[in-house]
T-cell receptor
């Protein structure tokens, strides 16, 4: 079972560049989430979606955008990358059943 | 004050020790309590899931919730080197769509 798949695993960006982090799940979950994880700071919610066509902001949405055109895919777009966006990004999905989340393996992003 | 407080560690114990990991919280609306385990360079995975107060046991792991004290614990018996990971507590009110995570405690079990 693939579960939640994230690509790429690693990426280095220059300041001002843009990129899209891909996330796909094969569990037919309605709920999908993007988190960032910084050392000692835990998981911060960037954006989430409760179904295709529906997205909402989390705690730290500035500098990011998302879309949800299908149940399976939830890409995260970084526009005009900044050093503050250096982090590890995790995508997660859940069926809404008490918020049991399944996480991808993460994307380590450095903005230099 | 953060909604969820968790000692970041690192916590280092010898193999076979009993480990106690803890979180405190301030939001009395939390009803569901979870522990996620995260190995280095991996995503978190759900380890334990409890509703309301009480204990839940799964093999060497016991999750304990004390809502009156707003305090949750994860106990690991007979700890193994393979238990070395970061443990994150997470909580949910039962409404809305978002979990609140602790910052994680890094555990190392040494031979």
């Amino acid at each position: 079972n693939a579960g939640v798949t994230q690509t790429p695993k690693f990426r280095i960006l220059k300041i001002g560049q843009s990129m899209t982090l891909q996330c796909t799940q094969d569990m037919n979950h309605n709920y999908m989430y993007w988190y960032r994880q910084d050392p000692g700071m835990g998981l911060k919610l960037i954006y989430y979606s409760v179904g295709a066509g529906i997205t909402d902001k989390g705690e730290v949405p500035n500098g990011y955008n998302v879309s949800r055109s299908t149940t399976e895919d939830f890409p995260l777009r970084l526009e005009l990358a900044a050093p503050s966006q250096t982090s590890v990004y995790f995508c997660a999905s859940g069926g809404g059943d008490g918020e049991k989340l399944f996480f991808g393996s993460g994307t380590q992003l450095s903005v230099l | 004050q953060k909604e969820v407080e968790q000692d970041p560690g690192p916590l280092s114990v010898p193999e076979g020790a009993i480990v106690s990991l803890n979180c405190t919280y301030s939001n009395s609306a939390f009803q569901y309590f979870m522990w996620y385990r995260q190995y280095s360079r991996k995503g978190p995975e759900l380890l334990m899931y409890t509703y309301s107060s009480g204990n839940k046991e799964d093999g060497r792991f016991t999750a304990q919730v004390d809502k009156s004290s707003k305090y949750i614990s994860l106990f690991i018996r007979d700890s193994q080197p393979s238990d070395s990971a970061t443990y994150l507590c997470a909580m949910w009110t039962g409404g809305g769509n978002k979990l609140t995570f602790g910052t994680g405690t890094q555990l190392k079990v040494e031979l």
